[in-house]
């Protein structure tokens, strides 16, 4: 599956038959000898109050907490499992519910609420002094303002500031953000566990949306722009200095279906 440019292998596992180890995950997303993949996502039944539980998986082979993009394709396929077709879905994630709605063509979901909210954090990296905000959309963000995008080194940089410890011992995924108007980013993100550059992150998406409003006191929505060359959608209510109902709406597509040998 396909979202924003983020690419997932996806399994419906809810007889709970499929072993998820390490290696094989690892395996399965490698580009070259497995199908190739951001990260690995399993349906399983749900063990809350969620429709579903979904398992997500870097494609190191590494759980994590949660993956924006990926639960807009976990619901979308989740649509295509269903009998009878509910277009409200309750995802069950480590990083607590997200709730999704499909829509046409896209697919919303709506965040647990953030936390963590840190402004102006002073570190050195590549001998260069940073300010760097951080907040946890259900992953940990850091984000770093810049003038311009394509000049970075994004995977040098972006492992430094993701190793720093700042942000030990979990790490931190790293964004960098371009203002193109009050309501509109341009970012790039280097994602821990990939540790590369994606073409989309969502949780990095409304991380940069709430970091900006934070900064600029901003009425939503804003549009955020990502390296796969989509645009998609944050939205929130703000109480004081608190989110909630916070939202990401973009598309989600299943690429193709197949069969491998593990």
């Given at each position: 599956m396909n979202g924003a440019g983020n690419d997932f292998?996806?399994?419906?596992?809810?007889?709970?038959?499929?072993?998820?180890?390490?290696?094989?995950i690892e395996s399965l997303c490698n580009r070259h000898s497995g199908i190739g993949a951001d990260g690995f996502m399993a349906v399983e039944p749900s063990q809350s109050n969620g429709d579903y539980r979904m398992r997500y998986f870097n494609s190191d082979?590494?759980?994590?907490?949660?993956?924006?993009?990926?639960?807009?394709?976990?619901a979308r396929f989740i649509y295509t499992l269903q009998e009878q077709k509910k277009e409200t879905i309750k995802i069950e994630t480590v990083a607590g519910i997200v709730v999704a709605e499909i829509l046409d063509p896209g697919v919303q979901i709506m965040l647990s609420s953030p936390f963590n909210l840190k402004l102006n954090i002073p570190i050195e990296i590549n001998e260069q002094r940073e300010l760097i905000h951080f907040i946890n959309t259900g992953v940990p963000h850091a984000v770093l303002l810049v003038d311009e995008l394509e000049s970075i080194n994004i995977k040098k940089t972006g492992s430094a500031i993701r190793h720093h410890s700042e942000f030990a011992p979990e790490g931190t995924n790293v964004n960098f953000q371009k203002i193109e108007s009050s309501n509109t980013l341009t970012i790039r993100t280097y994602e821990r566990g990939v540790e590369n550059e994606t073409l989309a992150c969502g949780t990095g998406m409304v991380a940069n949306a709430l970091i900006h409003d934070q900064l600029n006191n901003i009425n939503p929505p804003v549009f955020v722009n990502v390296k796969g060359g989509d645009t998609l959608k944050v939205s929130w209510e703000k109480e004081n200095d608190s989110y909630k109902n916070v939202t990401l709406t973009g598309p989600a597509e299943i690429v193709f279906e197949g069969k491998i040998n593990v």
């Open positions: 292998v996806i399994i419906d596992n809810r007889d709970l038959n499929c072993g998820l180890e390490k290696n094989k082979g590494n759980e994590a907490e949660m993956c924006g993009n990926g639960a807009r394709c976990f």
